[in-house]
């Protein structure tokens, strides 16, 4: 089992639509919870953290944290052809950070 | 958020050249990684740094070494490059006292 474990994806959703992107982590002491987004050929970018049960929320990303269910997720609202992108969901115990593979998120026009 | 310099941003080399890839941050962040990406791959950690001269390799066995001499630098070396070393690579550094990681743009290595 990977420690970090996201929806295989590919996603694909129609513009205006709300993009769910899930994650899960298998180490109970994780602390820190990030989203990255990550445009083909660059770098990831951090979106949002995490750090406790609930929701939070920017702009038109929500983040969502269970660690009871040791689940994070991301909600994408109105989802933007500009969304589209790799989405990754890093865990950190400590600083020492795990990430997963990332799900590709399409938003057709 | 971090100013994350990557120098060069690409490098097309021959097989058997040493190479080095610059990392360089400017706001004094402690912790440092570097990342091998290839193209719609996860991220697989090959070294990092929690501060100078301290430097520890990462969970892909890696042909390459790093240095830590300075807080702001962060070099990755390779002795003889291969032509599977080809991909990218991705530098990273977090605050003290922070866990959020911030990237440099990246560098891309063709090894032919």
């Known amino acids: 089992q990977k420690e970090v474990e996201q929806n295989s994806g590919p996603l694909s959703v129609p513009e205006g639509a709300i993009a769910s992107l899930n994650c899960t982590y298998s180490?109970?002491?994780?602390?820190?919870f990030f989203w990255y987004r990550q445009y083909s050929g660059k770098s990831p970018e951090l979106i949002m953290s995490?750090?406790?049960?609930g929701d939070k929320e920017d702009g038109r990303f929500t983040a969502q944290l269970n660690k009871a269910s040791q689940y994070v997720s991301l909600l994408i609202r109105d989802s933007q052809p500009s969304d589209s992108a790799t989405y990754l969901c890093?865990?950190?115990?400590?600083?020492?950070?795990?990430f997963g593979a990332g799900t590709r998120l399409t938003v057709k026009p | 958020e971090a100013d994350i310099y990557q120098t060069p941003r690409y490098l097309v080399i021959g097989t058997g050249k040493k190479i080095t890839l610059e990392c360089s941050q400017t706001?004094?962040?402690?912790?440092m990684y570097w990342y091998q990406q290839d193209p719609g791959m996860e991220l697989h950690l090959i070294h990092y740094?929690?501060?100078?001269?301290?430097?520890e390799k990462g969970d892909l066995s890696s042909e390459s070494t790093v240095s830590r001499i300075r807080t702001e630098h962060f070099p990755l070396t390779l002795e003889s490059a291969r032509p599977s070393h080809t991909s990218q690579y991705l530098c990273?550094?977090?605050?003290?006292?922070?866990?959020?990681?911030?990237f440099g743009p990246g560098t891309r290595l063709l090894v032919l």
């Open positions: 990273a550094s977090t605050p003290p006292a922070g866990e959020t990681q911030y």
């Open positions: 180490d109970r002491g994780s602390q820190s």
């Open positions: 995490i750090y406790s049960n």
């Open positions: 890093a865990v950190s115990r400590g600083g020492d950070m795990r």
């Open positions: 706001m004094g962040h402690d912790k």
């Open positions: 740094s929690y501060g100078v001269n301290s430097t």
